[in-house]
């Protein structure tokens, strides 16, 4: 019920009487207690509205990446070949609400040999501020075995909200979405960064806000497809449950120079484990300093 109808059910029930030299009638008083809400809502709204027009994002040096970078790779069960995934951002800059955008997406799949178990056809899409990298919107369509679901989030930073499908969501300063956080974490100072060195952020997904540190673990060599790189190996800790062994079960490794590229993602699970390595990439920001041979 709004504020107007409460004031007026209120002073209908008080009974108030005005005498006959009084300044307003009841229902001059009505009228204008009326006026008075209403410019009360009027102001609130302008309040908002002011807030979210002078919004001030914040500003990310990204030194990491570019339009055009399209990074692919293959998805390992075990011993199995289980699927392809890639993720694109496409060559030019995009538009949305007035504000440069990264088009970014991800997609997912089953290996034809492998739909008969556990068939995965997902497509996630970003759009990603160029100069905050904070997404604006992010849309997702995810079909996995038996489950399906489609989600549309819109992010409003000026008033820390998600406005999605199912409704509102309040959300931490600078929320990322769980494709734009891949790339915001790779302009994080990782390659400057001490052993020991954790990074934390929040990030949406189906309805949720969660938080995710990223803990830099050692440097080390590993070999891939397209060579072998010098690497930062990370532990991404996530919440133990019935699908991950522990806190500790992802690992991610990414290239120890400026483009902290995604080399492979291994995670232990509760049972087996899961591997993604990285088979192709191109059009980098940057050369491939860490790349040995």
């Known amino acids: 019920m709004s504020h107007g109808a409460i004031a007026s059910i209120v002073l209908m029930n008080l009974k108030i009487s005005f005498p006959e030299n009084s300044l307003f009638s009841y229902t001059e008083y009505k009228m204008h207690f009326r006026k008075f809400n209403f410019l009360l809502l009027l102001l609130g709204s302008m309040i908002l509205s002011f807030r979210s027009d002078h919004f001030e994002f914040r500003k990310v040096v990204n030194n990491t990446f570019a339009p055009g970078e399209n990074i692919e790779f293959k998805v ?4 199995v070949t289980a ?11 995009e538009k949305y609400k007035g504000r440069d955008v990264y088009h970014v997406i991800g997609r997912g799949r089953s290996a034809s040999g492998f739909d008969w178990f556990f068939k995965v056809r997902d497509e996630f899409h970003s759009y990603i501020d160029v100069q905050s990298l904070a997404p604006l919107k992010f ?3 995810q079909q996995e075995g038996s489950y399906a679901n489609k989600d549309e989030a819109l992010f409003d930073h000026a008033n820390k909200l998600i406005n999605n499908t199912k409704g509102k969501l309040t959300m931490p300063e600078y929320t990322q979405d769980v494709l734009s956080m891949m790339y915001y974490a790779r302009c ?11 990074f934390s952020m929040s990030f949406y997904l189906d309805n949720e806000i969660n938080t995710i ?23 991404p800790q996530v919440i133990a449950d019935r699908v991950f062994k522990d806190k500790d079960a992802v690992t991610l490794w990414v290239s120890d120079d400026a483009n ?16 993604a390595d990285i088979t192709k990439v191109s059009n980098l920001k940057n050369p491939a300093d860490a790349l040995i041979k």
């Open 260 to 275: 902290l590229l995604p080399l492979r993602i291994q995670a232990d699970l509760v049972v087996g484990s899961i591997k």
């Open 139 to 141: 849309n997702k369509d």
């Open 76 to 79: 390992h069960y075990g011993f």
């Open 213 to 235: 540190q990223f803990k830099i673990e050692a440097r080390e060599n590993i070999n891939t497809d397209i060579g072998t790189y010098r690497a930062i190996k990370i532990h």
């Open 83 to 93: 699927g392809y995934g890639s993720a694109r951002i496409l060559p030019y800059i």
């Open 188 to 198: 994080l100072n990782f390659k400057e960064s001490p052993i020991g060195t954790i």
